[in-house]
Nanobody, 121 residues
Framework: QVTLVESGGGTAQTGGSLRLSCAVS?????????MGWYRQAPGEQRELVAV???????NYADSFRGRFTISRDNQANTQYLQMGRLKREDTAVYCC??????????????WGQGTQVTVSS
């Protein structure tokens, strides 16, 4: 069983910053492939924020490029999202995602339960 746990959400002022973490845990040695962050604002569909490969290549949705930075620590099975120049419209529940390859080669998707980020003026 693989579990993703986010931390670091909370409240920030416009123009401020927050750092989210997502720790992946499970039995045995984990083979984590792509990791990423998604968000869902009230009344909106879930949208991609950023993804990072096992080799640390990154990709961002246009709205976040230059403001947010995704990174990962493969030794700690943890990914991060450094959010800066926050806007009120960044208010949302942020969820982390990970692709994990099993010993038999199958790849499974896992999601965290989400952490609330609220940006106020």
């Amino acid at each position: 069983q693989v579990t993703l746990v986010e931390s670091g959400g909370g409240t920030a002022q416009t123009g401020g910053s927050l750092r989210l973490s997502c720790a992946v845990s499970g039995s045995g040695r984990l083979n984590i492939r792509n990791m990423g962050w998604y968000r869902q604002a009230p009344g909106e569909q879930r949208e991609l924020v950023a993804v990072i490969t096992s080799g640390a290549a990154t990709n961002y949705a246009d709205s976040f490029r230059g403001r947010f930075t995704i990174s990962r620590d493969n030794q700690a099975n943890t990914q991060y999202l450094q959010m800066g120049r926050l806007k009120r419209e960044d208010t949302a529940v942020y969820c982390c995602h990970a692709e994990v390859r099993s010993v038999r080669g199958a790849v499974y998707d896992y999601w965290g339960q989400g952490t609330q980020v609220t940006v106020s003026s």
